[in-house]
DNA sequence: GATGACGTTTACGTTAACGTAACGCTGCGT
DNA sequence: ACGCAGCGTTACGTTAACGTAAACGTCATC
């Protein structure tokens, strides 16, 4: 049950992504799975690893700056300035987001004021057809 | 005042964009200034364009997308079918909108109980200090 | 022992929306 | 006449996050 290991399939179904990306996450350093022969096994710290990875992409976090989070999370076994660093980082990025947030429920008023008023045009040609019969 | 027409430092000023970015929409076939000579001349229609353009871009249409938009506005000069479809096209972009807000907001909610807890750390750490001070 | 299924590496391709560089023409102020 | 500013075209560079293809190794099976 939850074995101890996966392959690089098992993880792929798991979590529903592609062995390229998970090859790529490699190169970019962001994950590091134990090497048997030629085949790639993924650990338990690896699953938690690219949880973090997924969620910090869902959070906007380029692989860079996510590479870089794991980093600190590691070296940062012994809480010190860095869980600091984490926290802040973590805090420009949201308030990044809350921005994005904002931009985009502009966008969004802005959109739907086009709508209703293309409504209305509808609304109209469908009375003016209506009342031409 | 608001003169006839602009040149395209011009318009880069008015609209911030840079030079290549309106070379960039012609070749996408987004906007067609008048030519004299070589000079390139943009009149109140392409001021109307450019203005749909940055604000589609706002709405996160893709230049394609808002070549298509643009069309049907030319095109659907005597309002038919077009209308309808330009409508259709913009709702289908709103609830896109609208899912994308949702995927921000929640994971704004988690990077926000991350923050608490990287916060009541960090609090832990900082009494942890003073005690032993 | 041939056929697949699955794994590996290496490397080039993709998409969007421009940036940047190279090179040329042209008018204008001195 | 000189030089520079400003416009023009053409074409290659950029960034992110993989996709896709080539070319090969390795089991397991038919």
Do not use: H, N
């Amino acid at each position: 049950m939850t074995d101890e290991f996966l392959t690089i399939r098992q993880m792929c179904d798991a979590f529903e992504v592609t062995p390229r990306t998970l090859r790529f996450y490699e190169t970019k350093e962001l994950l590091s799975p134990r090497r048997v022969g030629q085949k790639r096994l993924y650990t338990r710290r690896d699953r938690a690893r690219l949880k973090l990875i997924l969620r910090g992409k869902r959070f906007g976090f380029s692989l860079e700056e996510i590479r870089q989070l794991l980093e600190l999370y590691d070296i940062g076994q012994g809480p010190e300035v860095q869980l600091r660093t984490t926290y802040d980082i973590a805090r420009q990025r949201l308030s990044d987001m809350e921005r994005q947030r904002a931009e985009l429920d502009e966008a969004i008023r802005e959109l739907k004021q086009q709508l209703a008023w293309g409504a209305a045009r509808l609304d109209e040609l469908e009375r003016g057809a209506a009342a031409a019969e």
